[in-house]
C-alpha cells in the first residue's frame, strides 16, 4: 500500500497490469473518439433549417380589417371620387398650382368606437371604409384648408365636411402644413434673395453657395414655428453645408422668409443673420458687409478625417479583436410563436390589430388578453421638441406631427429588427399625386429580452436549495421608426407573458445644430465643425383608451401616504409609516397628474361591478417610467396653447369621437391659437364616473446634447417607457400557465434534482435560415 500526493491510499498493480491498463485505456479512447465522430456525422446530418411556425399572412386577400389603414386603391377610390365632384372644382394635384384647390392627403376616417364595438361583440353590420381627405382650397375666394369624409369604399357614392365639435372651424389656411407646391415656391425666393450674395457666401464659407453652387451647396433647414403670433407665417432658415451628415455642418448665417401673404410674388426675405449679426434686409447686409461696418467671417471646410464627425461611416480604433466577430443573434428553433393574418396579431394570449396613420403614427386597437379586451385604441397622437437659444433657429418648437409624415421608412433586417422578425409595407398618400408603398416600414418578432420574467430561489436553510423556479421574458415586440429630418424616434409595444403591455420611445439620429457663438453658451457646449447642439426637450404623447371589464370604468389614484401611528404594543413611542388611500376622481379637472415625487400614486382604471375572487376590483393601472415636467408658462405668452398635452404627465377625459387626437397636423403652424386646443378636453370638466375614458400619457425627457452625441445620439440611455399593468385584474399571474417555466427540485427521498421543463424541448436540433440584408430605402408607387 502507497500513499499518493494527497496522503490517501491507493492500490499499486503489477507492471505488467500497469502496461495492459495503458493499452485498454487507449484502445478505448480511440473508440470513444470514433463514436464521437459517427455521432457527430449523424447529429450534423440530421440538422435541418427551422421551421417556419405558425403563419403570417401579412396581405389578405378578402376586405381590410375595420381598423387597417386605406389599401392603395381605397385612396384611389376616394380621390377620384372627390376630383368628380364637380361643384367641390378640385384640381389634380400633379397638374394644379398653389393658387388650384388640390388634395393634400388620404388616410383612413376611423369608425364610431360604438358601431366597432357592436360589430366586434354583438354581431352588428360591419362598420363602413370611409377615408378623411384634406384638401387644399388655395383656389377659393378666401383661400382655406378643407377636410372631407369620403365613403363607403371601396365604391364612395358620397361625401360630408368633417368638422367635429370643439375643433377651430373653418381652418385657416395659414395653419395649413408646407407642401411640396408651397416649398417650390419657398425654395425659389431664398435662391432670388440669396443671388445677390453669392460672392460674400463663397467668401465666408469656403466656397459654399446657395445659388448655383455645384458641389459646393447650402442647404436651407427650417425652424418653426413659422412666427410669433396667431396668424403669421414667417420662417427663419439656418444654412448648412450639403455634406455627409449635413445637419452637423451649419454656418453662420440665417435668414427669415415672410410668406404670409396669399400672393407668393410678394414673398421676400426680411432679417438676415450673418456671424450673430441682425440685419433687417439683403440690401442692408449687403451694404454693411462691403462698407466693412459687419464683423466678417471665415469658416473653412472640414477635409479628410477631419470631416468624418458626421458620419456614420466606420471610424477611430475598434475596441473589439482585430478580427471582426460577429455579436449574438436571435433564433427560433421552433418557428414563429404567434400567428399574422393581415393586421391581426396574436401571441401567447395577446390579440390586438394596429395601423400606421400617415399624419400621427402607430395605433394599436382591440387589445385583449385571453380573449378579454383591455383596451380599444393605444395610439401616438404627438411627438414634440422644443429647444431653447436666443438665435432665430434655437427658438424652434417642432410639433411633428404638422410636418410632412411618410417618416416611417423601410427597416434595415437584422439591424432596425432581427433577422427572424415579420415585416410589413405600408401605403401612404400625402403631398403627393399617388399612394406609395414603404416597404417594410414595420415589424414584429419574438424576443427574448435576456431577463427573468420572474424567478424564485428557496433555500431550505439546511444544505442549500430547496427549489428553484423561473421563466425567461421572452415577449413579442410591434416596432416602427419614424425619421423626421434629423431625429429617427424608435416605438415599440411590448406584450409581456404576464398581462403587462409595454410602451417605449426611444430617440436616435442626428441632433439639430447651429452655428457656435459666445452669446449661446448659457444653453449648450461647444462642439463639432464649430457648431452647437442646444438644450431641448422632447415630449411624446399617446391615447390610451383602456376597456377594463367594459366601456363604464372608473380612475383612481391610490395614493401612498405617511401615517403617524401608536403602536400597542409600544404606545410610548412614535412609529411613522406608509399605507394606501384610494381617492376616486369624479370630474375631467380632477385627474390631471403633475408628477410630485412627495405623492406617490398608481393610476388606476376599473370596472365597479367587476371583481376579482378575493373582491379587489379588476383594474389595469398606468405606470410611468419616462417623464420630465414642461418648464414653459401657461401664460398665453408662450406656444403652449398648441401642445397644452404636455403640461401632463397624465390626464383622463370623458371619451368623445369628435376628440380622436390630442392635437392636428395643423397646430404646428399657429401655436398660438390651434385648431386643436387640448385643454378644452379638460376645461369641460365633464363627469368621469361609470364612463368611457381614456388617458393621454405624456413621455418626456430633458436633452443637453454632449460631445458622445456625434455623429448621432444613441438609444442607450434615451430610452422612454411607460407600462399598462393589471392591478388586481387577475386572480395569479397569467404566466404561470407558460410551458416555457422551468421548475428545479427533488422527488420525494430522493437526494437528486430533477428538471421540470413542462414539454418543453430543451435543445434545439435546427439551424437557423440566413436571410442577407437587403436594402432599398426608397419608396415605389402602389
Given at each position: 500500500?502507497?500513499?499518493?500526493?494527497?496522503?490517501?491510499?491507493?492500490?499499486?498493480?503489477?507492471?505488467?497490469?500497469?502496461?495492459?491498463?495503458?493499452?485498454?485505456?487507449?484502445?478505448?479512447?480511440?473508440?470513444?473518439?470514433?463514436?464521437?465522430?459517427?455521432?457527430?456525422?449523424?447529429?450534423?446530418?440530421?440538422?435541418?433549417?427551422?421551421?417556419?411556425?405558425?403563419?403570417?399572412?401579412?396581405?389578405?386577400?378578402?376586405?381590410?380589417?375595420?381598423?387597417?389603414?386605406?389599401?392603395?386603391?381605397?385612396?384611389?377610390?376616394?380621390?377620384?371620387?372627390?376630383?368628380?365632384?364637380?361643384?367641390?372644382?378640385?384640381?389634380?394635384?400633379?397638374?394644379?398650382?398653389?393658387?388650384?384647390?388640390?388634395?393634400?392627403?388620404?388616410?383612413?376616417?376611423?369608425?364610431?368606437?360604438?358601431?366597432?364595438?357592436?360589430?366586434?361583440?354583438?354581431?352588428?353590420?360591419?362598420?363602413?371604409?370611409?377615408?378623411?381627405?384634406?384638401?387644399?382650397?388655395?383656389?377659393?375666394?378666401?383661400?382655406?384648408?378643407?377636410?372631407?369624409?369620403?365613403?363607403?369604399?371601396?365604391?364612395?357614392?358620397?361625401?360630408?365636411?368633417?368638422?367635429?365639435?370643439?375643433?377651430?372651424?373653418?381652418?385657416?389656411?395659414?395653419?395649413?402644413?408646407?407642401?411640396?407646391?408651397?416649398?417650390?415656391?419657398?425654395?425659389?425666393?431664398?435662391?432670388?434673395?440669396?443671388?445677390?450674395?453669392?460672392?460674400?457666401?463663397?467668401?465666408?464659407?469656403?466656397?459654399?453657395?446657395?445659388?448655383?453652387?455645384?458641389?459646393?451647396?447650402?442647404?436651407?433647414?427650417?425652424?418653426?414655428?413659422?412666427?410669433?403670433e396667431s396668424g403669421e407665417r414667417m420662417t427663419w432658415?439656418?444654412?448648412?453645408?450639403?455634406?455627409?451628415?449635413?445637419?452637423?455642418?451649419?454656418?453662420?448665417?440665417?435668414?427669415?422668409?415672410?410668406?404670409?401673404?396669399?400672393?407668393?410674388?410678394?414673398?421676400?426675405?426680411?432679417?438676415?443673420?450673418?456671424?450673430?449679426?441682425?440685419?433687417?434686409?439683403?440690401?442692408?447686409?449687403?451694404?454693411?458687409?462691403?462698407?466693412?461696418?459687419?464683423?466678417?467671417?471665415?469658416?473653412?471646410?472640414?477635409?479628410?478625417?477631419?470631416?468624418?464627425?458626421?458620419?456614420?461611416?466606420?471610424?477611430?480604433?475598434?475596441?473589439?479583436?482585430?478580427?471582426?466577430?460577429?455579436?449574438?443573434?436571435?433564433?427560433?428553433?421552433?418557428?414563429?410563436?404567434?400567428?399574422?393574418?393581415?393586421?391581426?396579431?396574436?401571441?401567447?394570449?395577446?390579440?390586438?390589430?394596429?395601423?400606421?396613420?400617415?399624419?400621427?403614427?402607430?395605433?394599436?386597437?382591440?387589445?385583449?388578453?385571453?380573449?378579454?379586451?383591455?383596451?380599444?385604441?393605444?395610439?401616438?397622437?404627438?411627438?414634440?421638441?422644443?429647444?431653447?437659444?436666443?438665435?432665430?433657429?434655437?427658438?424652434?418648437?417642432?410639433?411633428?406631427?404638422?410636418?410632412?409624415?411618410?417618416?416611417?421608412?423601410?427597416?434595415?433586417?437584422?439591424?432596425?429588427?432581427?433577422?427572424?422578425?415579420?415585416?410589413?409595407?405600408?401605403?401612404?398618400?400625402?403631398?403627393?399625386?399617388?399612394?406609395?408603398?414603404?416597404?417594410?416600414?414595420?415589424?414584429?418578432?419574438?424576443?427574448?429580452?435576456?431577463?427573468?420574467?420572474?424567478?424564485?430561489?428557496?433555500?431550505?436553510?439546511?444544505?442549500?436549495?430547496?427549489?428553484?423556479?423561473?421563466?425567461?421574458?421572452?415577449?413579442?415586440?410591434?416596432?416602427?421608426?419614424?425619421?423626421?429630418?434629423?431625429?429617427?424616434?424608435?416605438?415599440?409595444?411590448?406584450?409581456?407573458?404576464?398581462?403587462?403591455?409595454?410602451?417605449?420611445?426611444?430617440?436616435?439620429?442626428?441632433?439639430?445644430?447651429?452655428?457656435?457663438?459666445?452669446?449661446?453658451?448659457?444653453?449648450?457646449?461647444?462642439?463639432?465643425?464649430?457648431?452647437?447642439?442646444?438644450?431641448?426637450?422632447?415630449?411624446?404623447?399617446?391615447?390610451v383608451d383602456l376597456d377594463v371589464g367594459g366601456t363604464?370604468?372608473?380612475?383612481?389614484?391610490?395614493?401612498?401616504?405617511?401615517?403617524?401611528?401608536?403602536?400597542?404594543?409600544?404606545?410610548?413611542?412614535?412609529?411613522?409609516?406608509?399605507?394606501?388611500?384610494?381617492?376616486?376622481?369624479?370630474?375631467?379637472?380632477?385627474?390631471?397628474?403633475?408628477?410630485?415625487?412627495?405623492?406617490?400614486?398608481?393610476?388606476?382604471?376599473?370596472?365597479?361591478?367587476?371583481?376579482?375572487?378575493?373582491?379587489?376590483?379588476?383594474?389595469?393601472?398606468?405606470?410611468?417610467?419616462?417623464?420630465?415636467?414642461?418648464?414653459?408658462?401657461?401664460?398665453?405668452?408662450?406656444?403652449?396653447?398648441?401642445?397644452?398635452?404636455?403640461?401632463?404627465?397624465?390626464?383622463?377625459?370623458?371619451?368623445?369621437?369628435?376628440?380622436?387626437?390630442?392635437?392636428?397636423?395643423?397646430?404646428?403652424?399657429?401655436?398660438?391659437?390651434?385648431?386643436?386646443?387640448?385643454?378644452?378636453?379638460?376645461?369641460?370638466?365633464?363627469?368621469?364616473?361609470?364612463?368611457?375614458?381614456?388617458?393621454?400619457?405624456?413621455?418626456?425627457?430633458?436633452?443637453?446634447?454632449?460631445?458622445?452625441?456625434?455623429?448621432?445620439?444613441?438609444?442607450?440611455?434615451?430610452?422612454?417607457?411607460?407600462?399598462?399593468?393589471?392591478?388586481?385584474?387577475?386572480?395569479?399571474?397569467?404566466?404561470?400557465?407558460?410551458?416555457?417555466?422551468?421548475?428545479?427540485?427533488?422527488?420525494?427521498?430522493?437526494?437528486?434534482?430533477?428538471?421540470?421543463?413542462?414539454?418543453?424541448?430543451?435543445?434545439?436540433?435546427?439551424?437557423?435560415?440566413?436571410?442577407?440584408?437587403?436594402?432599398?430605402?426608397?419608396?415605389?408607387?402602389?
Amino acid at each position: 500500500m502507497e500513499m499518493d500526493d494527497d496522503g490517501k491510499a491507493y492500490k499499486v498493480g503489477s507492471p505488467g497490469g500497469s502496461v495492459l491498463w495503458k493499452v485498454a485505456t487507449g484502445v478505448l479512447l480511440a473508440v470513444c473518439i470514433a463514436l464521437a465522430v459517427a455521432l457527430a456525422v449523424v447529429v450534423l446530418g440530421d440538422v435541418k433549417p427551422c421551421g417556419a411556425g405558425m403563419t403570417a399572412v401579412t396581405v389578405l386577400d378578402g376586405p381590410p380589417g375595420v381598423f387597417d389603414d386605406l389599401t392603395a386603391a381605397e385612396i384611389k377610390a376616394a380621390r377620384d371620387y372627390l376630383l368628380g365632384v364637380t361643384p367641390l372644382d378640385i384640381t389634380p394635384v400633379q397638374v394644379a398650382t398653389f393658387y388650384d384647390n388640390y388634395i393634400y392627403l388620404v388616410e383612413l376616417h376611423l369608425p364610431p368606437k360604438a358601431e366597432a364595438l357592436a360589430y366586434l361583440d354583438n354581431n352588428g353590420p360591419r362598420p363602413e371604409r370611409q377615408a378623411l381627405v384634406t384638401v387644399y382650397g388655395g383656389g377659393r375666394t378666401q383661400p382655406v384648408v378643407e377636410q372631407y369624409v369620403v365613403g363607403p369604399l371601396p365604391n364612395p357614392t358620397r361625401h360630408t365636411t368633417y368638422a367635429p365639435p370643439g375643433r377651430k372651424n373653418p381652418i385657416p389656411w395659414h395653419s395649413r402644413s408646407p407642401d411640396s407646391m408651397e416649398r417650390s415656391l419657398t425654395d425659389a425666393a431664398l435662391k432670388q434673395a440669396t443671388r445677390d450674395i453669392n460672392n460674400i457666401l463663397a467668401e465666408s464659407f469656403d466656397g459654399f453657395k446657395h445659388d448655383d453652387c455645384g458641389k459646393l451647396c447650402l442647404i436651407p433647414l427650417e425652424s418653426v414655428p413659422r412666427g410669433y403670433e396667431s396668424g403669421e407665417r414667417m420662417t427663419w432658415y439656418r444654412f448648412h453645408r450639403a455634406m455627409e451628415g449635413f445637419f452637423l455642418h451649419p454656418i453662420p448665417f440665417a435668414v427669415e422668409l415672410n410668406h404670409s401673404d396669399i400672393d407668393h410674388t410678394r414673398w421676400k426675405v426680411g432679417q438676415v443673420e450673418y456671424n450673430d449679426q441682425y440685419f433687417a434686409s439683403i440690401a442692408d447686409f449687403v451694404q454693411s458687409y462691403n462698407d466693412g461696418s459687419a464683423q466678417k467671417v471665415r469658416v473653412p471646410t472640414p477635409t479628410g478625417n477631419a470631416a468624418m464627425y458626421s458620419s456614420l461611416r466606420q471610424h477611430g480604433t475598434p475596441a473589439h479583436p482585430s478580427e471582426p466577430l460577429r455579436g449574438p443573434e436571435l433564433i427560433e428553433p421552433d418557428g414563429r410563436r404567434y400567428k399574422v393574418t393581415g393586421r391581426h396579431v396574436e401571441y401567447m394570449g395577446w390579440s390586438f390589430d394596429w395601423r400606421l396613420a400617415t399624419s400621427s403614427g402607430p395605433h394599436l386597437f382591440d387589445v385583449r388578453m385571453n380573449g378579454e379586451r383591455i383596451l380599444y385604441e393605444l395610439a401616438l397622437k404627438e411627438i414634440a421638441t422644443w429647444y431653447s437659444g436666443t438665435d432665430p433657429v434655437t427658438t424652434a418648437k417642432f410639433v411633428d406631427c404638422g410636418l410632412p409624415a411618410g417618416g416611417y421608412f423601410e427597416l434595415a433586417r437584422g439591424i432596425d429588427c432581427p433577422t427572424t422578425a415579420t415585416f410589413f409595407d405600408t401605403v401612404h398618400m400625402m403631398d403627393r399625386a399617388d399612394p406609395v408603398i414603404y416597404k417594410n416600414s414595420v415589424c414584429v418578432f419574438e424576443l427574448n429580452t435576456g431577463i427573468p420574467l420572474r424567478r424564485h430561489y428557496e433555500s431550505n436553510f439546511y444544505d442549500g436549495q430547496s427549489f428553484y423556479g423561473g421563466l425567461v421574458d421572452n415577449a413579442l415586440v410591434l416596432r416602427t421608426i419614424q425619421t423626421i429630418g434629423n431625429y429617427d424616434l424608435l416605438y415599440d409595444f411590448i406584450f409581456h407573458q404576464n398581462g403587462v403591455l409595454e410602451v417605449k420611445a426611444s430617440l436616435n439620429g442626428y441632433v439639430w445644430t447651429s452655428y457656435y457663438q459666445a452669446s449661446q453658451a448659457p444653453y449648450g457646449y461647444p462642439t463639432w465643425g464649430g457648431s452647437i447642439a442646444n438644450v431641448h426637450q422632447h415630449f411624446f404623447n399617446f391615447k390610451v383608451d383602456l376597456d377594463v371589464g367594459g366601456t363604464e370604468n372608473r380612475f383612481e389614484t391610490v395614493d401612498i401616504i405617511l401615517d403617524n401611528v401608536t403602536l400597542p404594543f409600544r404606545p410610548n413611542v412614535r412609529h411613522f409609516l406608509t399605507r394606501f388611500e384610494r381617492n376616486q376622481k369624479t370630474r375631467e379637472t380632477e385627474d390631471t397628474v403633475q408628477y410630485d415625487f412627495t405623492k406617490p400614486k398608481y393610476y388606476n382604471f376599473y370596472s365597479d361591478n367587476n371583481k376579482n375572487r378575493f373582491n379587489a376590483h379588476r383594474g389595469y393601472r398606468i405606470q410611468l417610467n419616462g417623464i420630465a415636467k414642461n418648464l414653459l408658462p401657461k401664460d398665453g405668452a408662450t406656444a403652449v396653447n398648441g401642445a397644452a398635452w404636455m403640461d401632463y404627465q397624465v390626464a383622463v377625459t370623458r371619451r368623445k369621437d369628435s376628440e380622436p387626437s390630442s392635437s392636428s397636423i395643423f397646430n404646428q403652424n399657429d401655436l398660438y391659437d390651434p385648431v386643436v386646443n387640448f385643454q378644452s378636453f379638460i376645461d369641460d370638466d365633464e363627469n368621469i364616473v361609470d364612463e368611457d375614458l381614456v388617458a393621454w400619457v405624456t413621455l418626456a425627457a430633458h436633452h443637453l446634447p454632449h460631445s458622445e452625441d456625434y455623429p448621432v445620439t444613441a438609444t442607450a440611455g434615451n430610452q422612454l417607457q411607460f407600462f399598462i399593468r393589471p392591478f388586481h385584474f387577475y386572480d395569479e399571474d397569467p404566466s404561470m400557465a407558460s410551458s416555457n417555466a422551468v421548475w428545479i427540485g427533488r422527488s420525494p427521498g430522493s437526494p437528486e434534482n430533477y428538471v421540470e421543463r413542462y414539454g418543453t424541448p430543451e435543445v434545439s436540433t435546427c439551424e437557423p435560415k440566413h436571410t442577407p440584408m437587403n436594402y432599398d430605402g426608397r419608396w415605389h408607387n402602389a
